[in-house]
Each structure stands twice: as structure tokens, then as C-alpha cells.
């Protein structure tokens, strides 16, 4: 069977990323793998190393990189949104507050699904906007189980340090007062995909005056069981959300 698409500088890339799939491969491995010569197989290997497609052990063997998780966590994010509706609008409900669902884009994070209160003061955050990944609860919590180098590359500016990242990963949650925008309080906890890697982050905000000035001790416990109901879904799906 031929499997050329026609463009053959990627029917040569998706040979490199295929032979990796049985795991690490040296560069003369690749070559027997792809039947490509060596010096085309070095540049297709580098140039998707590059782009974070293809990475390198530590004894320098080529093997498949971290983007292909992150392509596959987007792959299944229908699934999450069909879920975190009815999750929202019940963690909306148990707290009284606003609720939303944010998500990593870059250097900003996404508010992906959000259920609003229904009256009174509130903290809106309509679906689709973009805030920084500087400041806030949902940051902290996106951030906090990042990889060592990123996390180091997105403190730099931050509202919040490595400590206070410490302390979300022992505890579970990340709470913030008057951190992303003054008089206003957020609760939020990591949602995992099947593997564990965390890749959103559920939130409530609203006023400090109802949230208080320590929110986690009132809200913590729900938006925890709002996170690790959605986890659970993509846990029982088995989809890499």
C-alpha cells in the first residue's frame, strides 16, 4: 500500500515520527528504519526537535517529544467541554459565586467554559477571554506542575513565587486576594488528564468581601471535587483531554 501523501518532506517526518514509536532510536537507527540517507534523516529529526515534536533522552537517542501529548490533550477536549457545563453550573450553585474552566494557551491562559451568578456583584469572565498567566488562582494552579524550566520561565514577572507554587502542589488548590484585579478573590484546583499531567485548571471568583481574604478555607473543598469530577470523566473515557 502507498502511504505518500505527495509532499514528500512530510511523508519523510511522519517516517521519522513513526519509527520513534517503539521507543528511543539513535540517528543510524533511524536511517534503518526510514530507508532515508543519514544526512536527511539528521535534519528531519532536528528540524522536529525543534518543534518540540521529536526530544532526546539522556543518552542522546531520539525519542517522541512533548508536543504530540499536548496535540493529543487538545485532541480531546470535546470532552471536557461536553462535561464541564453541569459541573460549573453546580459548583456555581453549591458556592454562590461565578465558576469557570481555564486552560493554557502559550503565555495566557483561556477561559474555556464559565456559570455565571445569576445577580448580585460578580466576577465575570466571559467564555474566550484571555488573561495572564502572571497572576490569579488558575495561573498558580496551571503553572504549578509545569516542568522545572517552564515553570522557572513563568515566574518571571509573576504576582506569585516558587514558594507559593510549592504550597499549591501540597495542598491541591491555589487560592489568590486582589491578585489579578483589585477587590476580587479566586479558588481554583487542577484537572488531570488520565496520565496525571494537569491541563486546566476550575475556578471560582468574585468579590473579596464575600470571599473574605483567605477564599480557599471556604471554597477549596467544592472546587476540588468540581476538578476531580472532571478528571474522573476523562479518566472513564480514557482520553487524553
Known amino acids: 500500500m502507498d502511504n505518500s501523501s505527495g509532499v514528500g518532506v512530510l511523508d519523510k517526518a511522519a517516517s521519522v515520527l513513526s519509527a520513534l514509536e517503539t521507543g528511543p532510536t539513535t540517528l543510524a537507527g533511524l536511517v534503518t528504519a526510514t530507508g532515508l540517507a543519514r544526512p536527511t534523516a539528521h535534519r528531519l529529526a532536528v528540524a522536529l526537535e525543534h518543534h518540540r ?12 517529544g512533548p508536543r504530540l501529548a499536548e496535540l493529543a490533550s487538545a485532541a480531546g477536549e470535546d470532552r471536557l467541554l461536553a462535561t464541564a457545563g453541569p459541573v460549573l453550573a453546580r459548583l456555581r450553585d453549591i458556592t454562590g459565586e461565578s465558576a469557570q474552566l481555564f486552560r493554557r ?3 495566557a491562559r483561556i477561559c474555556v467554559a464559565a456559570a455565571e451568578r445569576t445577580s448580585g456583584l460578580r466576577d465575570s469572565v466571559p467564555v474566550g477571554s484571555q488573561l495572564t498567566m502572571s497572576a490569579g488562582s488558575a495561573a498558580q494552579v496551571l503553572l504549578a506542575w509545569e516542568e522545572p524550566d517552564r515553570m522557572q520561565k513563568g515566574l518571571r514577572g509573576s504576582q506569585f513565587s516558587a514558594v507559593a507554587l510549592a504550597s499549591v502542589r501540597r495542598r491541591g488548590w491555589a487560592q489568590s486576594v486582589g491578585e489579578r484585579e483589585v477587590g476580587v478573590a479566586s479558588v481554583s484546583a487542577p484537572v488531570r488528564s488520565p496520565s496525571g499531567k494537569v491541563i486546566a485548571a476550575v475556578s471560582v471568583s468574585g468579590p473579596i468581601e464575600r470571599l473574605s481574604r483567605q477564599p480557599g478555607r471556604m471554597h477549596a473543598p467544592a472546587v476540588m471535587a468540581a476538578a476531580e469530577r472532571l478528571s474522573e470523566v476523562l479518566r472513564r473515557s480514557g482520553q487524553e483531554s
Do not use: P, T
Open 105 to 107: 494557551q502559550g503565555d
Open 53 to 64: 515534536l521529536v526530544s532526546r533522552d539522556l543518552q542522546g537517542r531520539f525519542v517522541l
